[in-house]
């Protein structure tokens, strides 16, 4: 499904990693935008944080909630979508693309093998999502 | 009961329907060992007429600033309160509203809210104000923690002794949770030393606070201390008067990153100190960590222009124990209040109410220090309040000149060991040159 | 439409005055010569400049755009938006109280100490507790005073415990408190009748855990039916029992917070006290506590002695102040005032009118919406619109179309354990044709969601305005007015 495309590796939280060498882009899948409705605010690390696997990273927020982010993977943030802090909506309108948040410099490669593919990230959103 | 519409009648056919032979059965629920086997004791009640016997007996008993001539201050002060202002407060409309939850039928206090958060942030010379919190204490005490968050969790706050210590009171009791640090910078002359200061700040200082016009009635050197505090990295907070900001430089030019204040004499009855308003104020770039409603303009389905509760995410009914404050009813009706003051008072006669203030604590320091024996410990400039020194005990004075129905002024002991000598005394626009003479004339002769 | 979109700044016309001061009396009124120029403003802020009419009309009119007690009923669940009587606010007028300086000495104060001191002693034994402070400003807190006491306790004896536990259906304000006061906040479930979890309670009720925060009737207007048994295992384990009393309305002269075992309980006077809530304040939430708290609360505490009343402020162990003055006195005279008009049998009877209502209206309206945990209720019960939301029609859509219907809305999605929530309190001061005819508005809502929805889609359209866009207004926050700017759509309508 069109969804959650198949490059993309996917975490219990509803994030979605695009692993590129040594380098994963960060951001949330449709069903997370879904959920939270017209995204208003994400606050974002700075260039050269360290991030851990499953640790928050940044907060997302709709007009009526607020959700952590976790970072698939761990290393340290080498960019940041400076563009959704004029323009939240983007993670709405195109989540897998212009509404990419992070990209991280992996320090453990391993650690991939953990996250979800998209055909189980489905079955887990097909069991309830949580 | 008049408070009770429903008539034994009704009571039983509402009992019917709800298939209950008594309101008995409706406490099942409630374990019979909890249950109070007596009524309570309290006193019986009373018709309207013998309640209103009794309060106005009780009223009676206090020296209120209508029969005696108020130079009380240190955080609450006898101002102008125009006449408008409790007739409008009162209708029904903004009295018995709750928080604005469904904009749509609460645009009247949402309007009042964005038109009272512009005036503030006129006033303040910042960005943005919050809707109210509850005093300008719990304000202080919140920027302390919003600093503490902005600053990634710096410990130490740095406040200065001519900050209210009953401002610093409550700073110490919010700080507690957290764990901060509270370190006080000594008074020179009555502002805050400036040297000592700069000891004072680290890398670890979240934020250095003050007060201007300070406790003692002084203005500070809010610029240099901000400075002072800018190179350690922390956030300058100012608790400010906001009353005196028609007259001066607001906080916002200083270099100020968050003001608090009090803002009771912006029309808020004296009311034995409660309720009142607290003031917060901050740049654009920290509207995320403010605690407290805020309401925005937007627009409707139509495109009509509209307000709202806005930015809710930080609050304590979305973001609960991660919210910014724990904060959830505030003093709405005071900002009201004060509100419609600013809009009475305008941008004139918010000056004109700061000069005359001004000109008439001038002229009572200058004519009450001329009394042998009494005098002015402090250089410094003042705004409407200053320390007299007596060569008698404050506290005598004050019970002797309470009288001849003055209210004289604040004795310092209690604040200040090394002030135990000394009256803080507040000069508003309502005080008359008639009224200076009379408590110049009857202070000389409480000292002589 | 009621058509008024000015906001006070557009009506400013430079040069004009609504106030009128008094010509300087002294020499030397000349600021110039006064302060440094420094410190003096360098321009004058972009303040209204209007008439006194300009003022008064404003404010009428918009006064007009909102629904309040006075002219709406308002079943918001939770809140308690009784009936606020004016001669409440004529006594927290008069001269004695309103205009009294909060730093008057003690003697002079008298009349302004006895008040407190007998509203203190009469919340007292309204929650079955052995002293009160009357100094948080509202609700939140009193919570935070109220743990932090707590905390205080635990640390004179030696013991620094981290956690406190809080059940999902609680108000958001408890865990904010809570962490504010330095703990750790461990969330319990409720359990499928809508109380707390007993086994999640045992669980997690280890040596760390310093308090159990509890609303009692809880949120969803249900009483907790193992309260003493909740209780008794708290303290068994050496935490202390927190009762956030925003309910006490539904248990007045039934049953007192003390006598269910909780050891601290906040009273939010503009709930069930009938001080106005002002649009959303100023409340007032004195917190009341057991004798072994007693030494840790704020200062100063009003005592009596045979000399008079007195702020006692020699309180080595207290938590210390949490306002500047002495709290929120002009609501403390209205509490007072309603305390003594109603007399002991009268607040029985608001408890008994309270749960009957609400039950009443329970009944009615529990046909046509989804009950998710069935009653007796207490002040208050809590609808599920998962039906509605079938059909297209979440519980804001029912809220709106509320508004059109003549009738403020309940409080939706809240509490956050119930799907869809419409929390409706009624209160004891409306009548039973009130009820009915609002009862006979939600039953109209709910046809309307199966045969013409579109209806409760398009409202509200007898307010002012019609649905706001709140994405907008948190995208691009527009937080004050400013010179020049025009409004989003010109306004035509004056």
Request: glycine residues 8%; negative net charge; hydrophobic residues 40%.
């Amino acid at each position: 499904m069109a969804n959650y495309p198949t490059d993309l590796k996917y975490t219990k939280e509803h994030e979605w990693a695009r692993v590129e060498g040594n380098r994963a882009r960060v951001g949330i899948t449709v069903y997370a935008q879904e959920q939270l409705g017209d995204v208003v605010f994400i606050e974002l690390p700075k260039v050269g944080t360290k991030v851990s696997q499953m640790q928050a990273f940044g907060v997302v927020e709709s007009v009526k909630a607020v959700s952590d982010l976790f970072a698939p993977l761990s290393g340290e943030v080498a960019e940041v979508n400076a563009e959704l802090v004029k323009k939240p909506e983007l993670v709405n309108q195109d989540p897998y693309g212009k509404g990419w948040m992070l990209v991280i410099e992996i320090s453990s490669p391993q650690q991939a093998d953990a996250l979800l593919t998209a055909q189980q990230y489905e079955e887990f959103l097909a069991k309830g999502g949580h | 009961m008049r408070y009770l519409p429903n008539t034994p009648a009704q009571q039983k056919e509402m009992l019917r329907s709800i298939g209950a032979s008594s309101i008995e059965d409706l406490l099942s629920p409630i374990p019979s060992k909890a249950r109070l086997s007596r009524p309570l004791n309290l006193p019986a009640a009373l018709s309207e007429t013998e309640l209103v016997v009794h309060l106005r007996a009780l009223a009676a008993l206090n020296a209120d600033a209508d029969d005696h001539v108020c130079f009380l201050g240190g955080g609450a002060y006898d101002h102008y309160v125009p006449s408008p202002i409790n007739h409008l407060i009162s209708r029904g409309e903004f009295l018995t509203a709750y928080t604005p939850y469904q904009p749509e039928a609460s645009q009247g206090t949402l309007r009042t809210i964005y038109e009272y958060q512009t005036m503030i942030a006129e006033l303040t010379g910042m960005d943005v104000a919050n809707a109210s919190l509850y005093d300008g204490a719990s304000s202080l005490a919140e920027a302390a923690l919003m600093a503490h968050s902005a600053t990634d969790g710096r410990e130490q706050l740095v406040i200065s002794r001519g900050v209210n210590p009953l401002y610093r009171g409550v700073v110490a009791t919010y700080a507690e949770g957290p764990n901060l640090r509270v370190k006080e910078v000594p008074l020179a002359d009555g502002t805050t030393d400036l040297g000592a200061l700069k000891k004072a700040v680290s890398g670890k200082t979240a934020a250095v606070i003050v007060q201007h016009p300070n406790f003692f009635g002084c203005l500070e050197d809010v610029q240099a201390a901000a400075g002072i505090c800018h190179e350690g990295g922390a956030l300058m907070i100012v608790a400010t008067d906001p009353v005196s900001l028609g007259l001066l430089t607001p906080p916002g030019a200083l270099g100020v990153d968050i003001v608090v204040g009090e803002g009771q004499g912006l029309g808020v009855p004296l009311s034995y100190g409660g309720p009142n308003l607290g003031v917060l104020a901050t740049r654009t770039d920290l509207v995320r960590r403010m605690p407290g409603r805020l309401v925005g303009a937007t627009v409707d389905r139509d495109g009509t222009r509209g307000f709202v509760l806005t930015l809710q995410t930080r609050e304590q009914h979305i973001r609960r124990e991660k919210a910014t404050s724990n904060i959830c009813t505030n003093v709405a009706l005071c900002a009201l209040m004060a509100t419609i003051h600013v809009a009475l008072l305008g941008k004139q006669g918010l000056r004109k109410v700061g000069e005359l203030a001004l000109a008439k604590a001038h002229y009572a320091a200058e004519s009450l220090s001329k009394i042998p024996g009494v005098g002015l410990p402090f250089a410094a400039p003042f705004f409407k309040e200053f320390v007299l020194r007596l060569p008698k005990s404050p506290e005598r004075v004050v019970k002797r000149l309470a009288k001849e129905k003055i209210l004289a002024g604040i004795p310092l002991k209690p604040y200040d060991r090394a002030l135990k000598d000394c009256l803080l005394v507040a000069v508003t626009e309502k005080r008359t040159r008639q009224e200076i003479d009379a408590f110049v004339q009857a202070l000389s002769q409480a000292v002589a | 439409m009621t058509g008024y979109d000015k906001l006070i700044f557009e009506l400013s016309a430079p040069g004009r005055v609504g106030y009128s001061l008094p010509a300087p009396d002294v020499p030397n009124a000349d600021p110039k010569a006064l302060l440094p120029a420094k410190h003096l403003r360098a321009s004058a802020p972009e303040l209204p400049e209007v008439s006194e009419l300009d003022v008064v009309r404003h404010y009428s009119r918009l006064s007009q755009l909102n629904y309040g007690v006075d002219t709406h009923f308002y079943p918001l669940g939770s809140c308690t938006m009784k009936y606020n009587p004016k001669l409440n606010e004529d006594m927290a007028r008069l001269g004695g109280f309103a205009r009294l300086h909060p730093l008057t000495p003690e003697a002079h104060s008298q009349g302004a100490l006895q008040l407190m001191w007998e509203l203190g002693r009469d919340l007292a034994e309204i929650a079955g507790m052995d002293a009160v402070s009357l100094q948080p400003a509202a609700g939140a807190q009193g919570e935070l005073a109220g743990v932090l006491m707590i905390r205080a306790y635990h640390l004179a004896r030696g013991e620094r415990r981290t956690k406190v536990l809080v059940p999902d259906s609680a108000h958001g304000t408890n865990p904010a408190s809570t962490a504010i006061a330095g703990y750790r906040v461990v969330q319990l479930k409720s359990d499928a009748e809508g109380g707390v979890d007993l086994a999640d309670l045992e669980r997690n009720l280890d040596q760390e855990v310093a308090a159990l925060m509890i609303t009692v009737p809880n949120t969803l207007g249900l009483f907790e039916p193992r309260i003493l048994e909740i209780s008794e295992l708290c303290h068994a384990r050496g935490a202390q029992v927190y009762m956030d009393g925003a309910n006490l309305n539904a248990i007045l002269g039934i049953t007192r917070p003390g006598d269910l075992g909780c050891d601290v309980c906040h009273f939010n006077l503009h709930k069930t006290f009938t001080t106005p809530h002002g649009g959303g304040g100023p409340g007032a939430g004195p917190v009341g506590v057991k004798a072994h708290l007693e030494p840790f609360l704020p200062t100063p505490v009003v005592t009596k002695s045979d000399d008079g009343y007195e702020l006692d402020w020699k309180r080595p162990q207290s938590i210390g102040k949490v306002q500047a003055f002495w709290g929120n006195f002009g609501m403390l005279v209205r509490a007072y005032t309603y305390i003594r008009t109603m007399g002991p049998d009268g607040l029985r009877a608001v408890a008994d009118n309270a749960i009957l209502n609400a039950n009443y209206l329970m009944k009615r309206l529990e046909p046509h919406y989804d009950l998710p945990y069935p009653g007796p209720c207490m002040h208050e019960c809590v609808f599920s619109a998962r039906r509605q939301k079938k059909l297209g029609i979440a519980a804001m859509d029912v809220a709106k179309r509320l508004l059109d219907l003549g009738f403020y809305a309940p409080s939706t999605y809240f509490p956050l354990v119930v799907e869809e929530a419409l929390m409706i309190e009624p209160t004891e001061t409306e009548s039973k044709e009130t009820l009915d005819a609002f009862c006979d508005a939600m039953i109209q809502i709910a046809r309307e969601a199966e045969s013409t929805p579109q209806v409760i889609h398009d409202a509200p359209v007898t307010t002012s305005v019609r649905r706001l866009d709140q994405t907008l207004a948190a995208r691009q926050p527009d937080l004050r007015w400013k010179p020049g700017r025009a409004p989003a759509v010109s306004d035509t309508r004056v």
